[in-house]
């Protein structure tokens, strides 16, 4: 079974709109931390932002923010106000607990290619 | 802002020959990481790094893949001997002590003719 899936290939939104890209993961550790990264067509991959499987909010950086549902094991990231610099490669990642340490092996979804219009 | 960087960004290299890839990563981080990304397809785990031993590897990084720290500041992969199927982006990554995220390079392209 897939531990992260990321159901969406490609998504489309026009400019200023808000989008959101799904990802639903699988783990039986409770210990765990969800990632969002940005692959632009550059190919490098930026961080965007982290969710504790223990934090009680939704993380939020700048226009991102996690959808968080631990019971719905999703973990969905929601861009605000979408610019055309947004347009890349999405990829969300999932941390399992390694003992109770914060390292380990990211596993990686496929991806959702998102699109901004103008 | 520390980053993370990486030599060569892109490498072309016969089927047989030994590659190496090196990283810097952030400075005080501790643990360290390589990912690779076949075109088109997801980022996969190679392996771990800490303490100056492996802390995990997975089932791709067999005997022709080695990891080393030879001094305090770089952190490199080889491929003994490299086949087509090696063709890809490999992406260092580190973390610090406590941290979460994993800070990522810039990716070398390693292109296996």
């Known amino acids: 079974a897939q531990k992260i899936t990321q159901t969406q290939p490609g998504m489309f939104v026009q400019e200023k709109e808000a989008v959101t890209l799904d990802c639903t993961y699988d783990?039986?550790?409770?210990?765990?931390?969800l990632f969002w990264y940005k692959q632009p067509s550059s190919g490098e991959m930026i961080f965007l932002i982290y969710?504790?499987?223990?934090?009680?909010q939704n993380a939020t950086e700048g226009r991102y923010s996690l959808n968080f549902q631990k019971a719905r094991k999703s973990a969905n990231l929601v861009i605000s106000a979408s610019q055309l610099g947004d347009s890349a490669m999405y990829f969300c990642a999932m941390r399992e607990g390694t003992g109770g340490t914060s390292y380990g092996k990211l596993t990686f979804g496929q991806g959702t290619i998102l699109t901004v219009h103008p | 802002e520390p980053e993370v960087t990486q030599t060569p960004s892109h490498q072309v290299t016969q089927m047989g020959q030994e590659v190496i890839l090196r990283c810097v990563p952030i400075?005080?981080?501790?643990?360290f990481y390589w990912y690779r990304q076949i075109l088109g397809q997801k980022v996969e785990f190679l392996v771990s790094f800490y303490n100056n031993e492996i802390s995990e590897k997975s089932e791709i990084f067999d005997d022709q893949f080695s990891v080393e720290r030879p001094d305090g500041s770089n952190f490199t992969l080889k491929i003994r001997s490299t086949k087509l199927e090696d063709s890809a982006m490999y992406f260092c990554?580190?973390?610090?002590?406590?941290?979460?995220?994993?800070?990522f390079g810039p990716g070398t392209r390693l292109l296996v003719l």
């Open positions: 783990t039986s550790d409770p210990s765990y931390g």
């Open positions: 400075s005080n981080h501790l643990y």
């Open positions: 969710q504790g499987s223990y934090d009680q």
């Open positions: 990554a580190s973390s610090d002590f406590g941290q979460e995220t994993q800070y």
